[in-house]
């Protein structure tokens, strides 16, 4: 099973140079059954970055282009009358699919915005009073422009809350953005990569990163950095019970990526910031102070005990 991850990771690094963090996280919440949200300016590869990993997995990908003017039946669907049959007949929207690129979710009205979250949370839509099911997998990788961003609509709470991870993607180095130009200079890497590995494996990762052991004591890890944000004094409001299970389900991953059926504390250090630095809502005075909230995030980390039972030597 371990090979069709590097086969993956492989596939990204063919076309995204210096993004091995960035593709390992994205697996992550692909092998966990979460959504991704990309957020950077423009021009960074963050679009190319979900095309590759869409294109390294034999699944039926959708990509949906937000704009101010897009309608929710532009994203669900619609039903049209047929006058041969007499009957009106669904047409299903871009979001029914296994791997969805939601591209520049941001610049898109909320009314718009509000219709991804059934999807995203139930895996369903609504349609004329009839609930649907989508097909599993089903995966959502969105992209933003940074909030400060000109002509772009902030995400609200309940919509950020349905990705399992927001990641930064962040400028290339020197000699990494040469090497882009290089590889870009006769050809689009992109257009050679091909699919290595089925739905049918996928789904099978899938079941195998639930059985992934994680013992009590780190559960009880999990629940002791989530109830110090809500205490902590710079934090309007902390993250959700569903943000605790995000993250155990994203440790599970994270170690079965490792080659382990078991989580370490380590793990769910590492991914902390990553699942619940978008959930946090600052007080308005840590905001006005520019505080991050990954800034909150490490120093709860820090001031939490954590398990120290068999894990020392692992």
Do not use: C, W
Not at 51 to 61: M, Q
Not at 71 to 78: C, E, Q, R, T, Y
Not at 257 to 274: E, H, N, S, T
């Amino acid at each position: 099973m371990q090979e069709h991850i590097q086969a993956v990771l492989e596939n990204i690094e063919k076309v995204m140079i210096g993004k091995r963090e960035v593709a390992e996280l994205s697996i992550v919440a692909l092998l966990t059954g979460g959504h991704v949200l990309l957020e950077d300016v423009p021009g960074v590869g963050k679009t190319m970055m979900v095309r590759s990993l869409a294109k390294s997995v034999g699944a039926n990908f959708k990509r949906i282009q937000f704009t101010p003017d897009l309608l929710p039946s532009d994203v669900v669907g619609v039903s049209i009358y047929n006058p041969k049959t007499l009957q009106f007949e669904f047409r299903p929207g871009p979001i029914v699919g296994n791997i969805i690129l939601a591209d520049e979710i941001n610049r898109t009205s909320p009314k718009t915005q509000a219709a991804l979250l059934e999807a995203m949370e139930e895996a369903s839509i609504t349609v004329d009073g009839e609930t649907l099911s989508i097909q599993k997998p089903f995966f959502v990788m969105a992209t933003q422009n940074p909030i400060e961003y000109e002509g772009t609509y902030p995400l609200p709470e309940a919509q950020l809350d349905r990705f399992l991870l927001k990641i930064r993607m962040g400028y290339p180095s020197v000699q990494q953005e040469i090497e882009v130009l290089r590889r870009a200079e006769n050809k689009q890497p992109i257009e050679e990569i091909t699919s290595v590995m089925t739905v049918e494996e996928l789904l099978s990762l899938q079941q195998a990163v639930r059985e992934v052991y994680i013992e009590d004591s780190v559960k009880g890890y999990i629940v002791d950095i989530a109830r110090a944000t809500r205490e902590h004094s710079r934090v309007y409001l902390g993250v959700s019970p569903r943000a605790s299970v995000a993250l155990m389900k994203a440790s599970q991953a994270y170690a079965f990526m490792q080659g382990r059926d078991f989580v370490k504390p380590d793990d769910v250090k590492y991914l902390a910031p990553f699942v619940f630095g978008h959930r946090l809502i600052l007080a308005p005075e840590a905001r006005y102070e520019g505080v991050m909230p990954e800034q909150i995030i490490s120093q709860v980390i820090e001031q939490t005990f954590v398990p120290v039972k068999r894990f020392a030597d692992s």
